[in-house]
């Protein structure tokens, strides 16, 4: 049992310093074009590159809404100002990251598309 603990260690220390791991992350762009080759349907739900795009979108939002509460505990305005639930459709979403220029993309991360969907979808007030 010792072992495959040490051994279990050894694996993440060597997937933590391969160069994968050191990777920038992704761009808005390469986000949205895996996410637009997969189709809008209930097939969709198996398919595994549909759950890493997911879990990377509720990473994102997670982080967005990490950056609207510290802004508002420092008395900032914050980027957005969403209710605590929001309803949210895949094609929505994509439909406004689609909308988005492609040169633009290319220098935004996954976090910034979802802040810049919730500005425009949830503003502050003035």
């Known amino acids: ?24 992350p992704r761009t808005l762009d390469g986000f949205v074009a895996e996410a637009n080759r997969i189709p809008l349907n209930a097939s969709a739900a198996f398919r595994p590159s549909a759950h890493r795009l997911k879990g990377e979108v509720e990473r994102a939002f997670r982080a967005v809404r990490g950056d609207i509460d510290s802004a508002r505990a420092a008395g900032r305005t914050p980027p957005a100002c969403p209710p605590e639930r929001i309803s949210l459709s895949p094609e929505q979403l994509l439909g406004f990251l689609n909308a988005i220029p492609q040169e633009r993309r290319q220098r935004m991360s996954v976090p910034d598309g979802i802040r810049a969907w919730l500005a425009s979808r949830y503003p502050c007030p003035a």
């Open 1 to 24: 049992m010792k072992k495959l603990a040490s051994t279990l260690v050894a694996m993440g220390i060597l997937v933590t310093a391969s160069p994968l791991a050191a990777q920038a």
